[in-house]
């Protein structure tokens, strides 16, 4: 527009040269204008129907006045957003049946391996696992979930930044599955929230081992779960497998593949 009306300025010679430009000038600003209101129509409509607490398609962030096209833009990836809703809304309502995958990973505090089978969230085509490796603190903002397909996950909330979890990659709305615990060498067979225990003796007794993250009842469990791993010393590294959905979030930089059951 701004070309057209430079080009006006230089084609016109005089009164009646520059008449029948400016007739055509008026008549195609006022499409445009026309267009700008029905797609700003269109935009309220779209921004009504999504939820409030979805975030905006970045390209929504502009002046609307200054950008008939960046609106039109914004809209269509709108469309997108709420085609995607209501997706998600309709596999929300559906039963999910997820069948457990197993994982074998290296504990931290030796050479040895561990298994762990968890049953996962989200549908396969959606789920990416992942592990971190990290020390006290983490950083890490968890809750659990009571109601929902989400009942009983230990979802993520926020992680601090600079925070072993942040650095690690871990993201709003993740699930921990696995965390390491240390355990008494004798009762390494049974992996229950019921485990709380003292030192007693020598640190010979004691190991990390990897736990499901379903064996524990509350945020205060799993908080002495974490504390655990200090028995074997202040710095011990932690290991966490976590899921996410990656249909609305970002892959993770390394995913964990399942081994055979």
Known sequence: LATVLLL??????????????RTGLRAADEAWREAYDMELQRNRLLREQLKEDM?????CEVDWKASYEKLSDCNKELEVALRQQAKTAEEDAQPLSVEPVAFEVTLPDSDSSERVEVVGFRSPKNAAFYLLRGRLPLGLQLTKKDEGRLKGAF??????PGGAAANGG?????????LTVVMDRANLGIKTEDF?????????????????????NTVDDLVSQ??????????TELLLIFERDISTSP???ETLQPVPK
């Open 8 to 21: 006006g300025s230089l084609c016109s010679t005089g009164p009646q040269a520059s008449r029948p430009f």
């Open 55 to 59: 975030e905006l398609p970045e390209v």
């Open 155 to 160: 979802m993520v909330e926020a992680a601090a």
């Open 170 to 178: 871990v993201m709003e709305g993740d699930i921990l599955h696995a």
């Open 196 to 216: 709380v225990s003292s030192v007693v003796g020598g640190l010979g007794r004691w190991r990390q081992t990897i736990m499901d993250a379903s064996y524990i």
């Open 226 to 235: 974490f504390k655990s791993n200090t028995m074997l010393g202040s710095d």
């Open 251 to 253: 892959a993770p930089a």
